[in-house]
């Protein structure tokens, strides 16, 4: 069974990153997309911090900067299958075709967007060398902080595809779920890192995005490299980020189970 999924993780990643080569400029052209958000952030609040004589609430400008180069890395890793694709997913019939192959349609959606992050993530590094020498980021890397961002970008991308994948299957019971999606955002904004950085936050708020699963999406993967964290800290965001990976799981399959035996294609 894991050899299998093993497999089946190799041949789709290959096939799409293959696939998203015959098509570079549409990547590029999606990559430059994903910049619009993050250079808002960052010239605005670079800005304010330089009006403030070089810093905002105990971050200078140079790791303001940092902080937003990375968050595009982020983001582009953090692309999953949305509530949005099992709307007409469901109403188009696709999903016959997923029940007919031997494993979990979740692995197809992993395994897809897997390969397409990790062309997009390609795309983002001569983008974050041209906003390097334009905004000149502070950064202190240790290697230790390097190899735990690699891993905390797959764990945020695990955990952002867990809670949608289960948010999408409320589809099977409504023919739209966009306005449930449009919630999850909003609190994703507030809690998660992805609007304000969140040392910028209030004491009360941060507390409660650490018992969420917002902020090890977004805000874990950034601070990794950008504020610094102490062992204990970075050992504890992964493991945070395990933990929100085996409830999404444990909701995916919860959910699936009774989402299934609803599916009926609902037509255009």
Request: hydrophobic share 55%.
């Amino acid at each position: 069974m894991i050899r299998g999924l093993g497999a089946l993780y190799a041949k789709n990643i290959s096939m799409n990153v293959r696939a998203q080569l015959q098509y570079r400029y549409d990547s590029l052209v999606r990559t430059l997309a994903f910049l619009v958000e993050p250079v808002v952030y960052l010239t605005v609040w670079t800005t304010i911090a330089d009006q403030r004589g070089g810093e905002v609430g105990g971050l200078a400008t140079g790791t303001i900067a940092a902080y937003f180069i990375v968050w595009m890395a982020v983001r582009v890793m953090n692309v999953v299958f949305t509530p949005y694709g099992f709307e007409w997913r469901i109403q188009r019939g696709d999903f016959n075709a997923y029940l007919l192959r031997p494993a979990h349609p979740i692995h197809y959606d992993l395994s897809f967007f897997a390969g397409y992050n990790l062309l997009q993530l390609l795309t983002w590094l001569p983008v974050a060398a041209v906003l390097v020498l334009a905004f000149r980021p502070t950064l202190d890397l240790r290697p230790l902080e390097v190899a735990v961002f690699v891993v905390a970008l797959w764990g945020a991308y695990l955990v952002r595809s867990m809670f949608l994948w289960a948010l999408g299957m409320v589809n099977f019971w409504t023919t739209r779920a966009s306005a449930l999606f449009e919630l999850y955002v909003v609190c994703e904004l507030l809690f998660s890192g992805r609007l304000v950085p969140m040392d910028l936050m209030p004491q009360a708020l941060q507390s409660v995005a650490g018992w969420l699963p917002f902020y090890w999406t977004f805000g874990f993967p950034i601070d990794t490299l950008v504020v610094g964290r102490s062992n204990p800290e970075l050992a504890t965001g992964l493991a945070m980020q395990v933990l929100w990976t085996a409830v999404g799981a444990g909701l995916v399959a919860l959910v699936w189970r009774r989402a299934v035996r609803r599916y009926t294609a609902v037509g255009n």
